[in-house]
């Protein structure tokens, strides 16, 4: 059974884990490699992974069948590298700061996105003696990273002339899109149009790039659905979300989309007790209870990663013998601990078996989903299980 981890983890061997599902990973890239065929699959696990775990799942996303790993930072990538990890690997994001000359000794493919990067990544290989392998990134209309359209002719052109150089090569180019949780919205044809045709002008420059990638999750479980799908799943995609089984769709789950959420977090029920009316509950004394009733403490807040703001975020409370009940926080969340109403009196009884029931905030199964958490905190699912702190044990199953 998925949602039931007692077989795998005894009680109490963590006090707060975030389970995280390794073979959920593999299903999700092999749902993944249903929509895109034979196109490069890049797993992206930046940001450990959405705080599921780069390492681990890095290895289970290749083993699934991803062609190549991304992440943001170089350093993230080196990390990957020390990991033992030496699967193609693309870093895109870069300052002044940026180590290139650690990222070319570990064969770390770079995203430039301009001028500046493209010069230090050429200079650091030249120093080097090896031909860095770059992807050209350009804004088609995020208006983030990404060199603007205007200046993309002049960016090719030196990228043209570096390669005669023998410092780079221009392995790639790739965009980001603005919108494409939202397919029916005219910006992404717009995007995918001069997307086109900035790669169009880079084969004119003289440039041969082989990977061509615009295509994040959202994009790429709604190609099917767009005007053109080959615009859209160009050569590669770059999936993240979807690698860790959430939907960034706001009208599909995750088992419409075919994908198994990965992440489970969850504690045990540190203390129950029984209050009467007018009970307040935590700083503030924001809530108050009407009637007598059975307090519950979750002993996991901010510190752990849960947003101070989602009062009123759901908690799954399996207690030993009975049936699982789904309560939710009360007043605020503090750094370390929040407050289940349980709705009755009564419920501190130790037969009732609160006291120590496993407490899962979300997860597969019949358990709350993470969505239900990111609407409590006015958030995205992608938020939540990238912020699950440090403090809450990554455990892994299904290796
Ligand atoms: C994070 C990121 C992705 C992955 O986005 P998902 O929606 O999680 O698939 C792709 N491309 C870039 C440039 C990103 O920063």
Redesign the pocket.
């Known amino acids: 059974m998925p949602t039931d981890f007692s077989p795998q983890i005894a009680p109490g061997a963590s006090e707060r884990m975030a389970v995280i599902d390794l073979a959920a990973v593999r299903a999700n890239v092999a749902r993944i490699r249903q929509l895109v065929g034979e196109r490069t699959l890049i797993a992206?696990v930046?940001a450990d992974a959405y705080g599921h775990g780069a390492v681990e799942v890095s290895r289970a996303a290749l083993t699934a069948g991803a062609d190549m790993l991304?992440v943001?930072h170089v350093r993230e990538a080196l990390a990957l590298r020390r990991a033992g990890i030496d699967a193609p690997l693309l870093a895109?994001l870069h300052t002044l700061n940026t180590d290139f000359s650690a990222a070319l000794a570990a064969d770390i493919e770079l995203g430039a996105s301009g001028r500046w990067d493209l010069e230090a990544i050429a200079d650091a290989a030249a120093s080097a003696g090896v031909t860095a392998r770059v992807h050209l990134k350009v804004d088609t209309g995020l208006g983030r990273n990404g060199s603007t359209e205007e200046d993309w002719p002049a960016l090719l052109a030196r990228a043209r002339a570096l390669e005669e150089g023998g410092t780079i090569k221009v392995v790639g180019i790739f965009s980001?899109l603005a919108v494409a949780d939202e397919p029916e919205r005219a910006e992404n044809r717009e995007q995918m149009k001069r997307f086109a045709a900035d790669v169009a002008a880079a084969r004119q420059a003289g440039l041969t790039p082989s990977l061509i990638h615009l295509a994040?999750?959202?994009a790429t479980l709604t190609a099917a659905d767009a005007v053109s799908p080959e615009d859209l799943l160009c050569s590669g995609v770059?999936?993240?979300?979807?690698l860790y089984g959430l939907s960034?769709l706001a009208d599909e789950t995750s088992a419409d989309l075919g994908l198994e959420p990965v992440m489970t977090v969850q504690t045990f029920i540190a203390n129950v007790k029984e209050v009467r009316a007018g009970q307040g509950v935590s700083y503030g004394l924001n809530y108050v209870c009407e009637r007598p009733t059975t307090l519950a403490l979750v002993p996991m807040g901010y510190a752990d990663g849960v947003p101070r703001v989602a009062t009123g975020g759901p908690v799954r409370v399996y207690p030993a013998g009975g049936e699982p009940v789904t309560a939710r926080v009360v007043g605020r969340i503090a750094m370390d601990q929040m407050v289940l109403d349980l709705g009755e009196p009564g419920l501190s009884d130790p037969a009732r078996g609160f006291l120590g029931a496993r407490a899962v905030l979300f997860g597969n199964g019949e358990n709350p989903p993470v969505e239900d958490w990111a609407e409590a905190a006015g958030t995205i699912n992608?938020e939540i299980v990238t912020r699950i702190s440090q403090r809450v044990e990554r455990v892994y199953i299904g290796a």
């Open positions: 992206v930046k991304g943001v895109w980001h994040n999750t959202p770059r999936v993240g979300l979807g960034p992608y």
